[in-house]
């Protein structure tokens, strides 16, 4: 019964309009036409013959099936989508309105992208799998294999955003992603994510880019409403204005302080990038077992509020040190 079945269901198929890939003209209704078993290409039943057999190689060694063009061009135009100016939802190329904000797209310009290209990647996002609906397993470091799962159990907090970046920075050729806490906050971005050797350095150089303005703080701490400093630290307030940095080098230091950030939050998550793949070099080498690996990588990655603090500390040491310097130097 099955096999009957098939039989009708081929011969209800139409090749009109189609070629045969032996002799290049189009099949007719009064063809006498033949596919192959394996990939479903069709042809004339001489050229079939006389090829002895199907040529279509490329499909036979993709293991793919052979498509009418008609079809083809169907697929084709189902894959151009059309993108919603408001939300940024993808729409069908046809669509009037947004699927997701309702928006009406008459009269308006819409961006559309053809997500048959190859250079177009779309990931389907599943808020409640493990790693979002993307690929545990995809390769983001070529020379030690390590993967976007491992560095999304590393990251930790803030997963899913990291791994968009982390993609996105592998990928691209210019390596800037933009962090908004990294420009407010370097020093304590690289803190919180156990960065503690860029944390160091940002801050000491963010801390000598601000010793001009601590001059000037100091120097207007009895009209700052602080009415007890002029009687106490008299002697700190004189050194401070007398030995007080010009208006332009005090600018000069913010505008420095000022594009070190900007140019750290552009960095930064390439910054993270690398830190996390070093990481897991070192942590596969100390720990074989390739489970206990996976379960340490928790562990060892996220953010750390106790190294935030300790930044703290330690800015708040080297101001008192600064400001206690110079009270020995008046």
Not at 26 to 36: A, K, R
Not at 251 to 273: E, H
Not at 289 to 299: A, G, P, Q, S
Request: proline residues 4%.
């Amino acid at each position: 019964m099955f096999v009957p079945f098939i039989r009708r269901l081929i011969i209800m198929i139409s090749y009109n309009g189609e070629k045969c890939i032996v002799c290049e003209s189009e099949f007719t209704d009064s063809d006498d036409i033949v596919v192959c078993p394996d990939c479903g290409t069709p042809y004339h039943r001489e050229c079939y013959r006389e090829k002895n057999g199907c040529i279509n190689h490329e499909l036979h060694e993709s293991g793919g099936s052979w498509m009418a063009e008609s079809f083809k061009m169907k697929i084709k135009k189902d894959a151009v989508k059309k993108v919603c100016p408001d939300c940024s939802f993808i729409n069908p190329q046809d669509a009037e309105k947004c699927r997701n904000c309702g928006s009406d797209f008459s009269g308006r310009e819409c961006r559309k992208i053809d997500l048959s290209d190859d250079k177009v990647v779309r990931i389907e996002l599943d808020a409640d799998a493990d790693y979002f609906g993307m690929n545990p397993m995809e390769i983001m470091d070529e020379g030690s294999g390590i993967t976007i799962g491992e560095m999304a159990d590393y990251a930790k907090n803030n997963k899913l955003y990291y791994m968009l970046s982390f993609r996105r920075l592998k990928k691209a050729a210019v390596k800037f992603s933009l962090n908004f806490f990294a420009f407010f906050f370097p020093e304590f971005y690289c803190a919180s994510r156990k960065m503690y050797p860029e944390a160091i350095a940002v801050l000491i150089l963010r801390f000598i880019l601000q010793i001009p303005s601590y001059f000037e703080v100091i120097s207007q701490m009895d009209t700052m409403g602080f009415p007890y400093a002029a009687g106490i630290y008299s002697n700190l307030i004189k050194f401070a204005s007398d030995h007080a940095f010009s208006p332009s080098v005090v600018n000069t230091a913010n505008s420095l302080d000022v594009a070190l950030r900007v140019v750290f939050s552009l960095l930064a998550n390439q910054i993270y990038f690398r830190h996390t793949v070093t990481k897991l070099k070192k942590l596969r080498k100390q720990v074989p077992d390739y489970l206990k690996y996976r379960t340490v990588i928790k562990t060892s990655g996220g953010i750390s509020v106790v190294a935030v603090v300790g930044m703290v500390l330690i800015q708040m040491f080297l101001v008192s040190t600064m400001i206690f310097v110079l009270m020995l130097l008046a």
